[in-house]
């Protein structure tokens, strides 16, 4: 089998809280690669939100290791955590983080300016990222003229405009309605069906469900490992694999 693009290696975060130690993550050890659609999913306080940091090369592990494409991420330096995040990571937020400014062209072309690529294939690589998520001919908008879902499809374009390794999504539904969430899913599993790498962060097993693979956390523990379709890959007392409603916000 191919060289894993993300591996984590007896992954612990430890976070000390006054005279205690915070255990977010403990020994974790997981695979993911390239071309998986991979859900992490867990209850608040589970972990998932560390696991993201680490992948998104937010943070780096206080024991054990990360390996990105191969590359030990925890020793590396700001400045290259930095280069990598641009590089090889697209990253899909729950409120969009679009800049308020800059018009839907401009927000999408931002990773590459900071890429030194130069300004007409930057504004070709956007354009050519808007029209994947049907927004082409909005480019000249400003992010308040769009709807929740329509930001959305522009925080997706940014994310792929820099051609990244992978694309970590992190509740990105959050913030929609089902109908719009339904989209926005429907966009991400399309993403995977081209050969792109997704990695889903939620707690929400309706949205998990969409994913090929989940990894469920608790306590800061994987408790599971394996294929969407197995009923223990979901959180307890959450909403069914079957019930898939996108996100509502709640």
């Known amino acids: 089998m191919d060289m894993p693009l993300i591996e984590f290696r007896e992954v612990s975060k430890l976070y000390p809280m006054g005279d205690e130690i915070v255990v977010a993550a403990n020994h974790i050890s997981m695979q993911i690669h390239r071309g998986e659609f991979v859900a992490i999913v867990g209850q608040s306080g589970s972990g998932k939100s560390t696991c993201m940091n680490i992948i998104g090369c937010l943070d780096v592990p206080s024991e054990g290791s ?32 679009l800049l308020p400014k800059l018009n839907l062209l401009e927000n999408v072309m931002v990773p590459l300016l900071y890429a030194g690529v130069p300004l007409r294939e930057r504004k070709e690589r956007a354009l050519a990222a808007l029209d994947s998520v049907g927004l082409r001919a909005k480019a000249k908008h400003r992010p308040n003229q769009l709807s929740g879902g329509q930001q959305q499809r522009v925080s997706i374009a940014r994310a792929l405009v820099g051609q990244p390794s992978v694309i970590l999504a992190d509740e990105p539904t959050g913030a929609l309605d089902s109908k719009t969430g339904r989209e926005v899913l429907k966009i991400l599993q399309d993403l995977n069906a081209q050969g792109n790498t997704v990695v889903l962060i939620t707690h929400d097993n309706s949205i998990a469900a969409t994913a090929k693979r989940i990894v469920r956390l608790e306590d800061g523990c994987v408790v599971y490992d394996g294929p969407a379709t197995d009923p223990n890959a979901f959180v307890r007392g959450g909403m069914a694999a079957g019930q898939v409603e996108g996100g509502d916000g709640t």
């Not at 191969?70 to 729950?94: C, E, H, P, S």
């Open 66 to 97: 990360y390996l990105l494409d191969g590359r030990d991420v925890g020793q590396l330096g700001r400045n290259q955590l930095a280069d990598i995040r641009n590089r090889m990571l697209g990253f899909i937020f729950q409120q969009y983080n």
